[in-house]
């Protein structure tokens, strides 16, 4: 669960967007398990980036401030890579031309195991 304030806002404007999705489609939607899994390891990288923050503050030794800065870049490419697999918004309605082709390779598929 989200410790530092930054994990906690991320939390909740995905779940603000995730009911924004849910009203837009008059259904009530939820996280699916890998999604909350994903948010659970963006949240620990976060709370990992905001540990390490502290820790840099306090450090006095260049050396000790320049692993720290490392560790807490590589934490926030990393968040940032799993934030942008990540949709809250709902995939585009089907077109005609997709239901019609998706039609056709059933019907293909019942003939050639029929």
């Given at each position: 669960?989200?410790?530092?304030?930054?994990?906690?806002?991320i939390m909740?404007?995905?779940e603000?967007?995730l009911?924004?999705?849910?009203?837009?489609?008059?259904k009530?939607?939820?996280f699916?398990?890998?999604?909350?899994?994903?948010?659970?390891?963006?949240?620990?990288?976060?709370?990992?980036?905001?540990?390490?923050?502290?820790a840099?503050?306090?450090?006095?030794?260049?050396?000790?401030?320049i692993?720290?800065?490392?560790?807490?870049?590589?934490?926030?490419?990393?968040?940032?890579?799993?934030?942008?697999?990540?949709k809250?918004?709902l995939?585009?309605?089907?077109?005609?031309?997709?239901?019609?082709?998706?039609?056709?390779?059933?019907?293909?598929?019942?003939?050639?195991?029929?």
């Open positions: 669960m989200a410790r530092s304030a930054e994990a906690r806002r909740r404007e995905l603000k967007e009911e924004s999705a849910s009203q837009r489609a008059n009530k939607l939820s699916t398990a890998t999604e909350r899994a994903t948010l659970d390891l963006i949240c620990a990288n976060l709370d990992r980036i905001s540990d390490l923050n502290e840099y503050l306090e450090a006095t030794e260049v050396k000790v401030r692993k720290l800065s490392t560790e807490m870049r590589l934490l926030e490419a990393s968040a940032a890579r799993m934030l942008k697999g990540f809250t918004d995939p585009p309605a089907e077109t005609q031309k997709t239901r019609s082709a998706r039609r056709a390779a059933d019907i293909r598929w019942q003939n050639a195991a029929g």
